[in-house]
């Protein structure tokens, strides 16, 4: 089984797959709406992003809360919000804040 990536034009997504037509199968169960824009296969085992090249430091910890905010919006950042001040009483900034910083630590 392979690492891909999967670029849409909204998401990019890295999955295990065995080819690449299963790759591409397995973002449009995810993300049936999605164009796919590229599909390749990674050169190693694991993908890596440097957290100082996209400018998170001292952010806190993954909050499953928020995660799963993200999962039930289906990556929609407004609806995530929404849905994490709805789950937890939070306040829009305290929201944005939490979904913004699970996106960027790759939810």
């Known amino acids: 089984m392979a690492l891909y990536e999967i670029e849409t034009n909204a998401h ?5 797959a065995d080819t690449q037509d299963e790759a591409r199968k397995l973002a449009q169960q995810h993300y049936p709406a999605d164009e796919i824009v590229r599909i390749s296969k990674r050169p ?3 993908w890596v992003i440097s957290k100082g090249m996209l ?4 952010m806190g910890e993954p909050s499953d809360v928020a995660r ?12 995530a919000i929404r849905l ?7 306040d829009l900034h305290e929201a944005q804040r939490a979904i913004e910083t699970n996106m960027s630590l790759g939810w």
């Open 12 to 16: 990019i997504m890295i999955g295990w």
């Open 44 to 46: 190693r085992d694991i």
């Open 55 to 58: 400018g998170v430091k001292g």
């Open 68 to 79: 799963e905010c993200l999962s039930r919006a289906r990556g929609d950042k407004l609806h």
């Open 84 to 90: 994490y001040m709805l789950d937890t009483g939070a």
